[in-house]
Each structure stands twice: as C-alpha cells, then as structure tokens.
C-alpha cells in the first residue's frame, strides 16, 4: 500500500515566502464542533466551474473557507478582485503574498455577468491588499459595484475592503459607489496587531468604518474578529464598544483556524457557548445584527443576515419615531 505526505511546509513557502524560516507551529486537531463535511453536490461543482469559466478568484478558496461545500451548495460564493497575490503578510492568513499583477480591467464586467448567472439576492464582495496602487484599489471596487448594478439591479450588494492605508481620497471614491453594505474586518485586538497583522493599524481600521457612516449614514457598517488568537474577553468588549462608537451596524465573531504549520498558532478553541456569551454581549451593547459562532465568516449566510440587519434598522427607526397624539 503506497502511503502519500503531503508536505505543508512546501506548500506554505510556495504561497507564504516571507514565513518560509518561521518555525513550525503544528496545526493543532479541531474539536468535534469546527468539523464540516466535504462538499460533493452537483450545484457545488456548477459553481466552482462558474468561478473557473468567468476566470474569477474567490476568497472561499484562497482563505480555505471551512464553509465553503455549504456556501457553494447554495450558489453563494464571494468574489475576490484585482487577483489572488496580497501585498501584505498577515500571520493569520492563507492568501498568497508577494507583487501582485496588473489589475484586469475586465474583470468588474465577469463579476457582474457571474452575479446575474447565478440569481444572487446579495453578493459579497472583496479583495487582497493592493498597497501597490495610488488608490488602493478603490476605483476597481466602485467599477465592480457598477458594473453589478447594470447586470443584476435588484441585487445588494456587500464589499469587504483593505484599510486603505496611507491612501488619501480612496474611501470616498467606494463610499459614492454605494454599496448597500460596507464591511472591513478589524480581524484581532490591538495588542495582537503586531504578530497577527502587523501591517495594519488598529485605529485606522477603526477610523475607515466611522468615516463610512460620517460620509454616508445609510450604508450598514459590518466589521469581525476572530477569536482563538491569544485575546482577553476584556479586550474583545473593547472592541465592541470601540465599534459602537463608530456605529457599526453588524459584527461578526468566529474561531481563528490556523491554515499551515508556518501560520499563528491557535492559542485555543473557544467553545459555542462563549460564542453565545460573546453574541448576548454585543446584543446588549447595541449592535443591529450580531453573529457568532466557530464557524461563523464575514460572508456566511451574508444574504439572510442582510435580510435581517435591514429588518433590525427599520425596527429601531419605527421605534424612535414620535407616537401620534391620542384624543
């Protein structure tokens, strides 16, 4: 019986060259509740040669998505444009580093043309980090959301962006393209930006979701953190009430796995029952839409939970409206 090994360590140093000497931190079993079974139905593989036929890149591959057989099986996959190569290194994550390519000016057109294929509700959208481009990025994600809405009018749309650090003028240019959600993932807590994300800045990410809402208040503001890194439960309140006072609509709650052995290590587990205390937290703290759970993503079930956060908003309107006077 011939025995195959599958050598993560090469596979790492081909995507990740910058972790290629870091030592190794082995991937450590999942527990009973982050097991997924692997996708096999006829719709799954439509999908996938969808992606393949329109030439379009999904982060549900890249990042090694644990969702991606259920996302898939229900004709729901997000979009990630301007290519698969980051010009950052965050610790955490599985997209390829180093130069990317030129940006591929038909792509905002495929996008639009596989959005309307498959009959999406909503889509999300998103993208590597160009810190190469003047604007980030930012007139291609404005492109890409006109593009959808010309093909497919009826569908929202959700993008979730870079920081656009050291980018002046970038975010306005997405803001005026009017993207029905607005998502950028703080992804740790400010103490673990150094390894985790250490080309980022906490309070510039958190700066990007507020001056969303301050150039335009009607855009939903979504934001996550992944759990399991090394955080305190002190300091992921913090959070939560750092993102209040920049009005952020949703916040997303899930458990870090950690993709190869040169990746951060997962510090624990954390169990579906913190997940719910978590999730009653940010309840009580304000947030319109709240999910959390091990497996939760920035885009899974995107479109029921949109359902529901605008839902959620016109309750909370009808609420502070002035009750007619009784005679």
């Known amino acids: 019986m ?3 090994t599958i050598d993560h360590r090469k596979q790492s140093a081909l995507r990740h060259p910058e972790k290629a000497n870091r ?3 082995p991937v450590q079993r999942k527990p009973d509740w982050i097991r997924v079974k692997a996708p096999n139905s ?11 036929d329109n030439r379009l890149v999904t982060v549900c591959e890249e990042a090694a998505c644990p969702n991606i057989g259920e996302c898939w099986s229900q004709r729901h996959a997000t979009m990630m444009i301007m290519g698969e190569i980051c010009t950052r290194a965050c610790s955490f994550c599985n997209v390829t580093t180093g130069m990317p390519h030129a940006l591929d000016e038909d792509e905002p057109h495929r996008v639009a043309e596989a959005v309307a294929t498959l009959g999406l509700r909503h889509v999300v959208i998103t993208s590597v980090d160009r810190d190469d481009l003047a604007d980030g990025g930012a007139r291609h994600f404005a492109r890409t959301i006109a593009r959808i809405r010309e093909a497919s009018p009826s569908t929202t749309i959700e993008i979730l962006t870079p920081d656009f650090l050291r980018k002046p003028g970038a975010l306005p240019v997405v803001v005026e393209a009017r993207p029905d959600v607005f998502n950028h993932n703080i992804e740790t807590v400010p103490r673990l930006y150094p390894s ?3 080309g980022a800045r906490y309070f510039q990410s958190l700066r990007l979701l507020d001056d969303v809402k301050r150039q335009d208040p009607s855009i939903f503001t979504k934001s996550g953190l992944m759990l399991g890194l090394g955080e305190e439960r002190m300091e992921v309140a913090q959070v939560m009430d750092d993102f209040r006072i920049a009005d952020v609509d949703f916040i997303t709650l899930g458990q870090y796995l950690q993709p190869t052995p040169k990746h951060a290590k997962v510090d624990r587990f954390v169990p579906p029952a913190e997940f719910d205390e978590f999730a009653s937290m940010a309840r009580a703290k304000g947030f319109l839409q709240v999910s959390a759970s091990p497996l939760t993503r920035s885009s899974y079930h995107a479109d029921s939970d949109f359902a529901a956060l605008r839902e959620a908003r016109q309750n909370k309107l009808g609420q502070s409206l002035p009750r007619p006077e009784t005679r």
């Open 2 to 4: 011939q025995r195959i």
């Open 23 to 25: 030592p190794d931190n």
């Open 42 to 52: 006829p719709i799954y593989q439509e999908t996938r040669k969808l992606m393949r």
């Open 196 to 198: 985790i994300r250490p």
